[in-house]
Structure formats: C-alpha cells, structure tokens
C-alpha cells in the first residue's frame, strides 16, 4: 500500500496516554485520528476527532470502526487475537497481528528472543502448581513467577523465595504463568526503534530506566553503557524488529549484567518486547528531533522514519498518583516540560503524567 496522505484517519484500539500522545503527533502532521476503547473516560479521547466507545470483541463495532479509518494501530498488547482477526482483512494492522500473538504472552516472547540467538532469563512453563514444584526445583531459588499474559507495571509477578509455600504463591497468580531466575542485572535499559514499511530502521539513543515498586520511575539518556554495549542493545532489537517483519515502534528492554574477571564484557539479557511505543520513550517527546509518537505514526502511515539525534542529557520522571500535585512546581521550573493525562482520578501507583528535564550537555547524570 502506498503512504497514507495527510487528510486520512489512523485507528488506534485503547484509549490511555499513549493513544493520547499518538492522536496529538497525527494531529501535528496533518492526520486525523479515531480512537477505540471500551472505557467512555479514555484520556484519549478528548483529543482525537472520533471515538468508538466498545468491547475489544464487539465484531459488529470492529468492523463500523475499520471502514471509517485508512490504518490501525494499537497502544497495548493485551488486543484480543480475535478483534485483529477481525480488522486485519478489513485494513492494514500495524504492527501485524504476528508481533502482537509473540508479545503479548511472556512464554512464547522468551522463546522467540531465545531462538534468534539471544540471552533471556533462565525459565521454565508453569502450568499448574505442581508445574511450578518442578520449575522451582530446575531454576532454584529465588525466581519470580509471571503470568503469561496481561502482566504490566510489576503486576501479575510474585517473588519465589526460600521458603516460600509454592502452592501459594501459585494461587496468588492462579493462571498459566512461567518461572523466571533472577537476573543479577547492574542496570536496566531500553531500546526503542522503529522499522518502516520498507524495512528501514531507527534506533533513538539507548536509555537507561529506575523502576519503583514495578513502575517505571525514571529514564535517563544516554545510559551510562559501553558503546559496544550500545551498539549490541541497537543491533538485538533490529533483529527482532526484522525477524517480525515489523512495522511500528517497539520497545525492546534489556538488563545489564556486568562483567567478571574472566569475562570482561557487558552482557545484555533480553527482558520484554513492547509492540508499541513504550513509557521508557517518553523522553523523545522535546527531548528528541522526532518524538517516538511522530515515528509510530510515520512507520505506520508508510512514511520515511525522523531523525532520532537527542537534543542534550534527559531526565524524564513519571508522575505517579499524587505526584502530579506538583505540577505547579514543575510549571515554574527553568528547562522541565510538564505533560499531563487528563486522568480524573490521582490512585496510587497511576501514571498521570511526566516530566522532562533536557540538559544542554552530559552533565544530567
Ligand atoms: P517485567 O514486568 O517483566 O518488566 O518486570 C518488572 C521489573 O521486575 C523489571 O523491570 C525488573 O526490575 C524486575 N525483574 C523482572 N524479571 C526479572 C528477572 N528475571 N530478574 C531480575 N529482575 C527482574
């Protein structure tokens, strides 16, 4: 399919912040935006031109919803197999239902980087609480055990310690989970890219993320890598960006794992792949000559990818629950931009929004 033009409507299933932030870059460039999502208060809709307001397997509002829109997209993981299903005879689906099945279920994720070559956690399928006996007795402990899908935000993990009661914490998940060995990781970063539909790709600057109780707290750019670190974290996400012929940005996040004395070398373990655009670059936005939003919306209309040069040393930190209290503050500070979600209600662990500090050399660490 040739590029869409400027004028036409890119459908993006969920309505959260990143759906947000992906209407306001389509908006920038001209396009026009249809939001989906089943919940009426989506802080997307309020800047997007339609909306459908809709079940993820509601086929008959599926299909309204296509032949109003030239391209879909997605901000999640978790869309139904079924509802792509629907769309993708419909109109393009970007990045392809293929990603989207890999992604969204941490078992066949981990397989998938595994067999591209690349190292992943040691883990094991638990299926059932004797599953997870035999599991605890391959990988030993601690471990951590994740629910295969719908996991977020530290959600759907529970800790694996010595003497933990394994028929508890099983229950406490209670689904088809998959066991994972700690990872003596020094840092965690990430790699957000893109791949056009040509195949071109671009990587923006690796990152390194803080999380806190699960959720992302800080990024900060660069993270404080080798180079040949670097280069290895951008040519692993190529990979997996090639080997699912994808088009999108995506998010690839990697623990470091320091060198020993026989081993001198940083190594890079594979953690998630994020189909989407991901918090982790939410930097890009004014800290980045394209934001990772304008290369979505660019990858996925089948236009050419922006340059992703930083602009200096960045800091973005989430604003979590009452956090955003502070906007005031934040408003009144030399070099911070402020970005909110328009989210009613401030609960504890939501992200409301974040902010920006882009410093105009490498002082920022
Ligand atoms: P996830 O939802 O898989 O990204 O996990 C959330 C956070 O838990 C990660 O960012 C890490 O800080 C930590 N974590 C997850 N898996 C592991 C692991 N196998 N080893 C060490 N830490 C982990």
Redo the contacts with the bound molecule.
């Keep these: 399919m040739a590029a869409l033009a400027p004028g036409k409507t890119v459908g993006i299933l969920g309505g959260g912040q990143l759906a947000r932030m992906l209407a306001m870059a389509a908006a920038n460039l001209g396009l026009k935006t249809h939001i989906y999502a089943p919940d009426p208060d989506s802080p997307a809709f309020a800047v997007a031109g339609a909306r459908t307001v809709a079940r993820y397997d509601d086929e008959a509002a599926l299909t309204s919803f296509a032949a109003l829109v030239d391209v879909v997209t997605y901000e999640f993981e978790n869309v139904p197999a079924e509802a792509i299903a629907v769309l993708e005879p419909l109109r393009p689906v970007r990045p392809g239902g293929r990603a989207l099945a890999i992604t969204q279920d ?1 078992l066949t994720e981990k397989q998938f980087a595994r067999d591209l070559g690349f190292a992943t ?1 040691p883990f094991a399928e638990v299926a059932d609480a004797g599953g997870l006996a035999r599991a605890v007795a391959q990988l030993g402990r601690p471990a ?1 055990l ?1 629910t295969r899908r719908f ?4 959600k759907g ?1 529970a800790s694996v310690r010595e003497g933990s009661d394994l028929a508890v914490v099983f229950r406490s998940l209670g689904q088809a989970s998959i066991l ?4 003596p ?1 020094a840092r ?1 970063v990430s790699v957000v890219a893109a791949r056009a539909l040509d195949g071109a790709f671009r990587a923006f600057p690796v990152c390194e ?1 803080e ?1 806190e109780g ?1 959720i992302l707290g800080v990024t900060r750019v660069p993270a404080a890598i080798r180079p040949e670190t670097e280069a290895e974290a951008v040519a692993i996400a190529r990979a997996i960006a090639d080997a699912l012929d994808y088009v999108g940005v995506l998010a690839v ?1 990697l ?1 470091v794992v320091p060198g020993t004395a026989e081993r001198p070398a940083e190594t890079l373990v594979v ?2 792949i994020a189909p989407r655009v991901h918090n982790s670059g939410h930097w890009t936005l004014g800290g980045a000559a394209t934001s990772q939003f304008e290369q979505h919306i660019r990858a996925v209309c089948g236009w050419p990818l922006g340059s992703t040069r930083r602009f200096g040393s960045i800091l973005m930190r989430n604003l979590i629950g009452a956090e955003a209290d502070e906007w005031a503050d934040i408003l009144a500070e030399e070099g911070a931009s402020l970005h909110l979600y328009g989210k009613a209600g401030a609960l504890p662990g939501r992200k409301m929004g974040h902010v920006t500090r882009v410093l105009p050399d490498e002082t920022g660490r």
């Excluded at 996991?151 to 530290?154: A, E, I, Q, S």
């Excluded at 994972?180 to 990872?183: D, I």
């Design positions: 941490r956690a951590i994740k996991g977020y935000d530290g993990q994972e060995g700690v990872v990781f965690e993320n999380h699960g996040e623990f953690n998630e």
